[in-house]
């Protein structure tokens, strides 16, 4: 069975501190990884997927398969970075994602 | 172009009461997804459609009926409602094959009394 592991709920940093959100996954196979966020008052969003291997408003994540993470870094936070993260995952071959319980993260000015 | 939305933005229900929520994408899009977003649980798949006429049981499908009758639109149903499926609904869709990359709806607050 899958599964996404997000172990923090709550993640404060200040601005222009490293930022780092933990994503830990089990999976018997090769999944595709994503993170996606929610701004306040706006939708869900693909942020990135590891297939892709770029970044995304500086945030970066690499797929760990060793360690079945999926960690989501920025080396400076910003203020607009304030938001909900979820990390998600999709087998090969299937339909569905599966998501983490998501991370709010805030930025303290 | 809209993308996807929902109807309608909040709603409030009795107890035993019954709705439907529409949601429609004008993407193209074959795969159209059902979720619902509690604090704690993250965003939980109700049922999804890989395409017009079918449909499929997601995570915790129980309480809830959907309908893909047409392809650009899919349909949540609550035929009983309980305070246990008060919750934000979110609805999404995707491109065949790309289930990972999905485009969300704004989402439907729910409150059951």
């Known amino acids: 069975a899958q599964r996404v592991t997000q172990p923090e709920k709550l993640l404060s940093v200040f601005k222009g501190a490293p930022v780092e959100l933990k994503c830990n996954y089990s999976?018997?196979?090769?999944?595709?990884l994503f993170w996606y966020v929610q701004y306040s008052r706006q939708r869900l969003q693909l942020l990135l997927r590891h297939i892709s291997r770029e970044s995304i408003k500086g945030f970066t994540a690499d797929l760990n398969k060793g360690e079945t993470s999926f960690h989501l870094k920025k080396p400076f936070a910003q203020e607009e970075d304030s938001a909900m993260y979820y990390c998600?995952?999709?087998?090969?071959?299937?339909?569905?994602?599966?998501f983490g319980t998501g991370t709010r993260l805030t930025v303290i000015p | 172009n809209a993308g996807v939305t929902q109807t309608p933005k909040f709603r409030v229900l009795k107890t035993g009461q019954s709705m439907t929520l529409l949601c429609a994408q004008d993407?193209?899009?074959?795969?159209m997804y059902w979720y619902r977003q509690d604090p704690g649980m993250g965003l939980r798949l109700i049922h999804y459609?890989?395409?017009?006429?079918?449909?499929a049981k997601g995570e915790v499908p129980d309480g809830y009926n959907v309908s893909r009758l047409k392809k650009q639109n899919f349909l949540l149903g609550l035929e009983s409602a309980a305070p246990s499926q008060t919750s934000v609904y979110f609805c999404a869709s995707s491109y065949p094959g790309q289930g990972g990359e999905q485009y969300f709806g704004p989402g439907t607050r729910l409150t059951v009394t």
């Open positions: 998600a995952l999709i087998g090969f071959g299937a339909n569905n994602l599966f």
């Open positions: 993407m193209n899009h074959e795969y």
């Open positions: 459609s890989v395409g017009e006429g079918t449909t």
């Open positions: 999976y018997s196979g090769s999944p595709e």
